[in-house]
């Protein structure tokens, strides 16, 4: 399989070559909103109560595509007004950071207790 490149369609930006856990990798960011924030990681519905209060967030998400092909680590965050979340509150942010160096890993994620 040929190697993945940043998608310019999208909006994405070649930021060079890095090493990710000792394997090379392309380096990437594209600019995102709350939306696409929502159905790329759900679980940050668990945090905030779904879409509504995100949808006017922006931020961005780096990733890193190693020479397979395959995606290897993400980090992105997004960030935008608070007050539907808690009166009075002016400003939040959400942060994810994964890395799949162990892909043959079975991986479960459960909301929190």
Same mark, same amino acid.
């Given at each position: 399989?040929?190697?993945?490149?940043?998608?310019?369609?999208?909006?994405?930006?070649?930021? /060079?070559?890095?090493?990710?856990?000792?394997? !090379?990798?392309?380096?990437?960011?594209?600019?995102?909103?709350?939306?696409?924030?929502?159905?790329?990681?759900?679980?940050?519905?668990?945090?905030?109560?779904?879409?509504?209060?995100?949808?006017?967030?922006? /931020?961005?998400?780096?990733?890193?595509?190693?020479?397979? /092909?395959?995606?290897?680590?993400?980090?992105?965050?997004?960030?935008?007004?608070?007050?539907?979340?808690?009166?009075?509150?002016?400003?939040?942010?959400?942060?994810?950071?994964?890395?799949?160096? /162990?892909?043959?890993?079975?991986? !479960?994620?459960?909301?929190?207790?």
């Amino acid at each position: 399989m040929a190697p993945r490149h940043c998608d310019q369609r999208i909006g994405g930006d070649a930021l /060079g070559i890095e090493v990710v856990e000792g394997a !090379t990798a392309r380096h990437c960011r594209v600019a995102i909103d709350g939306r696409t924030f929502v159905a790329a990681f759900p679980q940050s519905s668990w945090l905030v109560g779904g879409l509504p209060p995100l949808s006017r967030w922006r /931020g961005e998400v780096d990733y890193w595509i190693f020479l397979d /092909g395959e995606v290897g680590r993400i980090d992105g965050a997004v960030s935008g007004s608070a007050g539907d979340l808690h009166p009075g509150a002016l400003q939040a942010a959400l942060r994810v950071q994964l890395t799949a160096t /162990g892909r043959d890993e079975p991986v !479960t994620l459960v909301p929190p207790a």
